[in-house]
């Protein structure tokens, strides 16, 4: 399919200082809309000036949240070359999101063009800076003028970039978590499993109060027995236990996470055993109790590996390998931050350079 280009008058000044550039603040020049209309499909992605979307008041995506959405990176190399990392699994996961939400699948070949096409437009835009990265954010929203609830028969596919810092300004930083026990994110046959806008407004009020209590994020628990955990805000969790790695299996209401499943990958090729199951929060703090939880890191693209330096369950806190980061979740770090920045071979074949 032919992408349109539509040239800006003007281009925007890069960051001055990539050291100084934080998350999801700043936009490049471009960006990419494709429409889907009921009849004709997915058609006529163009390349445009980044800039306001006009829709409807009544837009359907406004009122009934029929939107989903994706998250990855492009990473510079020393060589300058630059390259993504899995793409191909976030154009997959948004078609999973797309069927739970009833929005019409989207040929994963195409959305990977649109999003080549972009970066090749865009690609002084990929930081310099070790460390930093493009952000891109793939999605998809209802635009149907209608307050009626039912699937949308119009849509818009968007994509835009953000230059980002690191995520760590001062290198790997253990996290204070909060583990949630009044308000559930995603129950089972619900959409936990989906990258989409309703599970992150479910999920305000408890970071809210995790703020309040001065602890960054906060780990879910199962929306049924809140016994079993589930994940934090928008990462996956991981524990050491006894030498073991254990996460939450999926069940359908936590994400999928690209970086989850590359842990997973990881640490089985290093011969580690590695167990998902279902994990009860009384479990992790009977093996912290008995000296036997060495390890806890959550996984996600924004930060890779986070090690949790504490995990507070109503009264109990429990503080983390002493609140230092672990053996394995540096190693972690080290290896998936080594293969997206092109520093070690990539044995794996995960990256995929834009040229
Ligand atoms: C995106 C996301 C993750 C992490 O997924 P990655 O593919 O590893 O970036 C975890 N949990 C939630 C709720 C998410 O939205």
């Given at each position: 399919?032919?992408?349109?280009?539509?040239?800006?008058?003007?281009?925007?000044?890069k960051p001055?200082?990539e050291?100084?550039l934080g998350f999801g603040h700043i936009f490049t020049?471009?960006?990419?809309?494709?429409?889907?209309?009921?009849?004709?499909?997915?058609?006529?992605?163009?390349?445009?000036?980044?800039?306001?979307?006009?829709?409807?008041?009544?837009?359907?995506?406004?009122?009934?949240?029929?939107?989903?959405?994706?998250?990855?990176k492009a990473?510079?190399?020393?060589?300058?070359?630059?390259?993504?990392?899995?793409?191909?699994?976030?154009?997959?996961?948004?078609?999973?999101?797309?069927?739970?939400?009833?929005?019409?699948?989207?040929?994963?070949?195409?959305?990977?063009?649109?999003?080549?096409?972009?970066?090749?437009?865009e690609?002084d835009w990929v930081p310099h800076t070790?460390?930093a990265s493009l952000y891109?954010?793939?999605?998809?929203?209802?635009?149907?003028?209608?307050?009626?609830?039912?699937?949308?028969?119009?849509?818009?596919?968007?994509?835009?970039l953000s230059p980002s810092g690191?995520?760590?300004?001062?290198?790997?930083?253990?996290?204070?978590?909060?583990?949630?026990?009044?308000?559930?994110?995603?129950?089972?046959?619900?959409?936990?499993?989906?990258?989409?806008?309703?599970?992150?407004?479910?999920?305000?009020?408890?970071?809210?109060?995790?703020?309040?209590?001065?602890?960054?994020?906060?780990?879910?628990?199962?929306?049924?027995?809140?016994?079993?955990?589930?994940?934090?805000?928008?990462?996956?969790?991981?524990?050491?236990?006894?030498?073991?790695?254990?996460?939450?299996?999926?069940?359908?209401?936590?994400?999928?996470?690209?970086?989850?499943?590359?842990?997973?990958?990881?640490?089985?090729?290093?011969?580690?055993?590695?167990?998902?199951?279902?994990?009860?929060?009384?479990?992790?703090?009977?093996?912290?109790?008995?000296?036997?939880?060495?390890?806890?890191?959550?996984?996600?693209?924004?930060?890779?590996?986070?090690?949790?330096?504490?995990?507070?369950?109503?009264?109990?806190?429990?503080?983390?390998?002493?609140?230092?980061?672990?053996?394995?979740?540096?190693?972690?770090?080290?290896?998936?931050?080594?293969?997206?920045?092109?520093?070690?071979?990539?044995?794996?074949?995960?990256?995929?350079?834009?040229?």
């Open positions: 399919m032919e992408i349109k280009f539509t040239k800006a008058e003007t281009l925007k000044a001055a200082d050291t100084k020049d471009y960006m990419l809309v494709m429409p889907y209309d009921e009849g004709q499909g997915w058609h006529d992605p163009e390349i445009r000036p980044y800039g306001p979307i006009e829709l409807s008041p009544a837009a359907m995506c406004l009122h009934y949240g029929q939107t989903v959405f994706e998250g990855l990473y510079r190399t020393a060589e300058d070359k630059v390259q993504l990392f899995r793409p191909d699994e976030n154009f997959k996961r948004l078609n999973v999101s797309n069927q739970r939400l009833v929005i019409p699948h989207l040929d994963e070949e195409l959305a990977m063009n649109c999003l080549m096409e972009l970066l090749k437009v690609k070790e460390g891109i954010r793939p999605y998809i929203f209802a635009v149907d003028p209608f307050l009626g609830v039912k699937p949308g028969e119009h849509y818009l596919f968007v994509i835009i690191a995520y760590y300004a001062s290198g790997l930083d253990p996290v204070n978590i909060y583990v949630e026990s009044k308000y559930v994110r995603a129950v089972r046959g619900g959409m936990g499993f989906a990258k989409t806008g309703g599970n992150y407004a479910a999920s305000l009020i408890g970071q809210d109060e995790a703020h309040k209590q001065n602890y960054s994020q906060v780990l879910w628990l199962d929306g049924v027995e809140q016994k079993y955990i589930e994940e934090v805000g928008a990462m996956n969790i991981f524990f050491v236990v006894d030498g073991e790695v254990l996460t939450p299996m999926l069940q359908g209401s936590i994400l999928p996470g690209i970086t989850r499943k590359s842990t997973i990958e990881l640490c089985k090729s290093w011969g580690m055993k590695v167990t998902e199951r279902r994990i009860t929060i009384q479990e992790i703090a009977d093996a912290y109790d008995a000296g036997k939880l060495d390890e806890v890191f959550g996984t996600g693209t924004a930060a890779v590996i986070s090690p949790v330096g504490h995990l507070k369950w109503n009264d109990k806190v429990m503080e983390i390998n002493n609140n230092k980061i672990g053996k394995i979740s540096q190693k972690l770090y080290d290896t998936m931050t080594g293969i997206q920045w092109g520093k070690i071979p990539d044995e794996f074949n995960w990256t995929v350079e834009v040229k």
